[in-house]
């Protein structure tokens, strides 16, 4: 049973998505497990043969129990094909189209700037029906529907038992993490208009929110200040070798998740939009990786749509820093002896004093202002 989070001590196996003899590959889904947070799809860290399921569906066991066994297969594990390669498409969606046949090539995006999604391999899947002639007259009007059960969305999670784990992770972290907190207010003028000028170039449906350059701009700071993206576990700080971005995610229900955007650094602007795009959805439906949940390195939290002016969070552990960003205000600055009204942006950091310090930190924090006053290289 996988670690999906410093506040989950124990998960409920659903389903398993492959039986003894069948081969897997890393980054296969073969199993579902029930967690506070919802359902998280486990995907499988090496590739192999799966030799034995060890727990039965149904049964709850503790973090670190062994679900299944595999042995080592003399199969060499695939790599995708080149046309895939090229196409624009979420880690979900090419996993997805992996697992049933289909030629991303030869599938129509509707994500931003025609990225493919999980929706669209969905659809490309399911044969499309041929069209009904219409009736000569109108259908006599039917009753409503009987209702029927709770849809996906809203099974699976424990809103209360979510409370209660997110409030002993919290606790955890103001009992054994000596935060410091620093802030700075960044002019967002040149980003926000270069953002303008790029979606008015296109439709609607493929337009980037400006959420994207933020994450961009905090994953290229971390790379360049890495005492900010890491880990501190055994005494001691671990930097990680990749900025893999935990983005916080509200439920309806209530309560929240923080699944990783991985290599957000590396990514385009486009595909952190659409990667964020799949999870907001995936998330809300209950549906989790568990990749995405043991992988964050850094998280990042944006209360600018509720009306939060800064936000100051508290740092998920064993990670060692949390950012926040606030809502883009129109505020009086003054640039080159000039005063005038800007789009300001308040940006914070709660960081580790064990991992780095004020001057550390601001570094970090000039870095991603920085980032954000040359959008067209983000």
Request: proline share 10%; aromatic share 4%.
């Amino acid at each position: 049973m996988p670690s999906l989070g410093a506040d989950m001590d124990a998960g409920t196996l659903v389903e398993w998505h492959v039986k003894p003899g069948d081969t897997v590959n890393r980054g296969d889904v073969v199993a579902v497990v029930e967690t506070d947070k919802g359902l998280v799809e486990v995907e499988i860290w090496e590739g192999g043969v799966v030799d034995a399921l060890v727990v039965k569906p149904g049964t709850k066991v503790p973090v670190g129990t062994v679900l299944a066994t595999t042995r080592a297969s003399a199969v060499p594990q695939p790599t995708a094909p080149p046309p895939e390669a090229r196409v624009q498409a979420s880690p979900a969606a090419r996993q997805l189209a992996r697992e049933r046949g289909v030629d991303l090539a030869g599938v129509r995006g509707t994500g931003p700037l025609g990225a493919i999604t999980r929706d669209d391999v969905e659809k490309a899947v399911r044969p499309v029906p041929p069209a009904a002639p219409a009736p000569a007259l109108a259908p006599a009007p039917r009753p409503p529907p009987a209702p029927g059960p709770p849809p996906a969305a809203a099974q699976g999670i424990d809103a209360a038992g979510m409370r209660r784990a997110i409030a002993a992770a919290m606790a955890r972290s103001k009992r054994e993490i000596p935060h410091y907190y620093l802030s700075l207010d960044v002019d967002v003028g040149p980003a926000s208009a270069w953002l303008e000028a790029e979606n008015a170039r296109r439709p609607v449906t493929e337009r980037v929110l400006f959420a994207a350059l933020l994450l961009k701009a905090t994953a290229l700071a971390a790379r360049e200040v890495p005492e900010m993206n890491g880990f501190f576990a055994e005494g001691a700080f671990r930097p990680a070798a990749e900025v893999h971005l935990g983005v916080a995610i509200s439920l309806r229900q209530g309560g929240l998740v923080a699944p990783a955007i991985h290599g957000t650094d590396r990514k385009s602007l486009v595909e952190i939009q659409a990667d964020l795009q799949d999870l907001v959805a995936r998330v809300r439906a209950g549906r989790l990786r568990s990749s995405e949940m043991t992988d964050p390195t850094l998280t990042v939290t944006n209360l600018g749509d509720q009306g939060v002016a800064s936000v100051f969070g508290v740092i998920y552990p064993p990670q060692v820093a949390l950012v926040g960003f606030g809502r883009v205000l129109e505020r009086p600055w003054a640039s080159a002896g000039m005063l005038g009204v800007r789009p300001v942006v308040t940006a914070t950091l709660s960081a580790d004093h064990r991992a780095s310090d004020g001057h550390r930190g601001g570094l970090f924090l000039a870095a991603l202002a920085r980032r954000l006053q040359k959008p067209e290289e983000l």
